[in-house]
């Protein structure tokens, strides 16, 4: 069966810092990969999805994410965090016939101003 | 274009109760599925219906259960609540069919329906 962990449950970092969030699945064949983000109050919203062709995907933002097919991860990253990217990050992943997203359980970051 | 919707957004019942919960896709998409959302076990998928049949089902009881309707609108249901069923339902609407494993064939996340079981 299809599943995605992220690593870390709960990021707290200054702005400025650069953040790097660890995504991996678990399935064999071909994925697509997503990165959606949660504000408070707010519903989920894409950030950057993977299908194919370039593995580095630039998304809303300044979002940037890698997929690493040997190491079945899609980690997300940006240089520089602000204060209004405090929010749940959630990697999923689609593959095989039947298409719904499976999620990680997310990522919490908290940007201290 | 308005976004997915979701009503109502806010719900309380109790033990044994059941609740219907609704949800209006993006106008011109034909693909609505669910999904709940705890904090326990995250998000997890309940089913998806395309041009009014249910195309996958997740993995969960039988009272849970969705139609759509032929304006692509759907409801899901769940019978005889029990307190972890108490979540956050999230709707999400694209316009093709999910196994269609397209570029565009993105999902949009309507605010969700709050249910707490009491």
């Known amino acids: 069966a299809q599943s995605v962990s992220q690593h870390n449950h709960h990021v707290i970092l200054s702005e400025a810092a650069s953040l790097e969030l660890g995504c991996n699945y678990s399935y064999g064949g071909t994925v697509n990969l997503f990165w959606y983000v949660q504000y408070p109050g707010q519903h989920l919203q894409l950030l950057l999805k993977?299908?194919?062709?370039?593995?580095l995907v630039k998304g809303i933002k300044g979002f940037e994410a890698e997929f690493i097919k040997s190491k079945f991860s899609f980690n997300l990253r940006k240089p520089s965090v602000q204060w209004s990217d405090t929010a749940e990050y959630f990697c999923?992943?689609?593959?095989?016939?039947?298409?719904?997203?499976?999620f990680g359980k997310g990522t919490k970051l908290s940007v201290k101003p | 274009k308005a976004g997915v919707t979701q009503t109502p957004r806010y719900l309380i019942k109790t033990r044994g109760q059941q609740v219907t919960l609704s949800c209006s896709p993006i106008s011109g998409h034909r693909s609505v599925s669910w999904y709940q959302q705890t904090p326990g076990q995250g998000l997890q998928f309940l089913f998806e219906?395309?041009?009014?049949?249910?195309?996958n089902k997740g993995n969960f009881p039988g009272r849970f259960s969705g139609r759509q309707f032929s304006n692509s609108r759907s409801e899901m249901n769940v019978s005889t609540l029990e307190l972890g069923d108490s979540a956050l339902y999230l709707c999400?609407?694209?316009?093709?069919?999910?196994?269609?494993?397209?570029?565009?064939?993105?999902?949009?996340f309507g605010p969700g329906t709050r249910l707490t079981v009491l």
């Open positions: 993977y299908f194919s062709g370039d593995p």
């Open positions: 999400a609407s694209s316009p093709h069919d999910l196994s269609e494993i397209v570029l565009w064939n993105e999902q949009f």
């Open positions: 219906y395309f041009s009014e049949t249910q195309r």
């Open positions: 999923a992943v689609r593959g095989g016939s039947q298409g719904n997203l499976i």
